[in-house]
């Protein structure tokens, strides 16, 4: 009897990673790619996807020794691509020579936004049919993306709440530490393409079990509703209904964008859920150990960093590796931040005696105040990110005589991208959450 669970247990599994079922998501959804091999629709019987956990890595640079070209290319790559929603009149669909293929007038030719990370491969063009769906779940993708979390997070810990904040970052680095480690583990490659689209290629290079977007995606709106309920006055309802929206558009999105199957967004879903479950009861001692106790900073740091090391130590150099060290990186210089907050009475949690929060009236001031903190700290923020990254990678191929002038090269040595990775986001953690504020008290907007 178990023996007939394991097995359709397995069956299931099989069925869910098989990338056809991702490919007739995006067919639905609008997108489509044409490829010019026989046999590889998304509805082929001919097709032959990938077998789930194959272990590799794509390195792709274009079209297929083959002949074929990959990632639903469409039309002649001569043509001029119509890349971010705009380009030449002559490659769009409702040209001249679109006109004579009977294309949708509406209908989009777009290549991804991002060239991949690893590879430089810069994907091939598809066709967009749905203007509405891609900008949804572009926006959905970009809530797991870098640029949104040095946004997001000074935000809330500047204008809402700082405790939350912080320990939502927490979290944050954990959950990114333990998704993207089992990626390196576990190895499945990324959905076949052919038959699925490539909308995105900027990860292609990762492993895809679990699905880390659908893991940050799921972490951060149900430990924000975990953190506020309670703290915050607001209906349960709201709170659990914009936590699951934030989480389903974004594990949705990464089927939309062909990065992942469906087996692996849900496995990334579940495995957010029981790394919450297993913060819920520690987090508030955590906080706590962070800011009162004396060898917090020590313990902080050595333990950051010995993660890292088991990171590194699991494949070769990726762009999992070093957002893992990017996410450890960013929680160590603001748990240290938090540290030096407490012990010098910097900024202060609001009493017990004061909850629940209210939300304050709306005025032309607060809004002026909280705009004026935000942009002025995430300009200090990417500032300080810019020039510790044109500081750090030469100084440190300099200790260890490797060449400056390759970049790329030389951050695939351990040595240089794991110190990189910690010097600059630990800054960058440490600015948004000591210098920050600090900075708002000098121009009077604390």
Not at 304 to 330: C, E, I, K, N, P
Not at 345 to 350: E, M, Q, R
């Amino acid at each position: 009897m178990a023996n007939d669970y394991v097995r359709k247990f397995i069956q299931m599994c099989n069925y869910l990673q098989d990338p056809r079922h991702v490919a007739r998501f995006q067919n639905v959804c609008g997108v489509k790619g044409a490829f010019p091999c026989k046999g590889t629709t998304p509805d082929s019987a001919d097709s032959e996807p990938d077998c789930p956990g194959l272990k590799k890595r794509v390195q792709q640079g274009g079209p297929g020794a083959d002949g074929c070209v990959g990632n639903g290319s469409v039309g002649d790559a001569s043509v001029p691509l119509f890349n971010r929603m705009q380009g030449d009149v002559s490659a769009r669909p409702d040209g001249p020579s679109a006109a004579a293929a009977n294309v949708d007038p509406d209908t989009v030719r777009a290549k991804p936004l991002r060239k991949n990370s690893l590879t430089g491969d810069v994907g091939q063009e598809f066709l967009i049919h749905n203007k509405f769906l891609f900008y949804l779940f572009t926006f959905g993708t970009e809530l797991g993306n870098e640029m949104f979390f040095i946004i997001f997070f000074p935000f809330l810990f500047w204008n809402v709440d700082a405790l939350v904040s912080r320990r939502l970052i927490i979290v944050w680095a954990w959950n990114l530490f333990v998704g993207q480690s089992t990626k390196d583990m576990v190895r499945w490659s990324r959905p076949a393409s052919p038959p699925v689209v490539k909308v995105e290629v900027f990860y292609n290079s990762e492993y895809s079990m679990p699905s880390t977007h659908a893991m940050t995606g799921t972490a951060i709106p149900f430990c924000l509703f975990m953190l506020t309920y309670g703290r915050w006055q607001y209906p349960f309802l709201f709170g659990f209904c914009v936590a699951l929206s934030w989480s389903v558009l974004v594990c949705v999105s990464r089927l939309y964008m062909g990065m992942h199957s469906i087996l692996e967004v849900i496995t990334g879903f579940l495995y957010s859920l029981l790394i919450l479950a297993f913060f819920q009861p520690i987090l508030d001692k955590i906080d706590s150990f962070y800011m009162m106790d004396h060898f917090a900073p020590l313990v902080i740091i050595v333990s950051h960093v010995s993660l890292g090391l088991v990171a590194f130590s699991l494949d070769s150099w990726s762009t999992s590796r070093g957002d893992t060290a990017q996410a450890l990186g960013t929680g160590v210089g603001a748990a240290i931040a938090t540290h030096v907050n407490y012990q010098f009475g910097l900024l202060l949690d609001p009493p017990l005696s004061s909850l629940p929060l209210t939300l304050p009236p709306i005025s032309t001031s607060l809004v002026v105040v909280s705009l004026l903190r935000f942009l002025i700290g995430v300009a200090v923020i990417l500032v300080t990110r810019m020039i510790m990254k044109a500081v750090t990678i030469p100084v440190l191929c300099r200790l260890f005589g490797l060449p400056s002038d390759d970049v790329r090269g030389a951050r695939q040595h351990m040595k240089v991208e794991l110190p990189y990775r910690y010097i600059v986001y630990s800054v960058v953690g440490f600015s948004c959450v000591c210098v920050g504020p600090l900075l708002f008290k000098i121009l009077n907007l604390a």
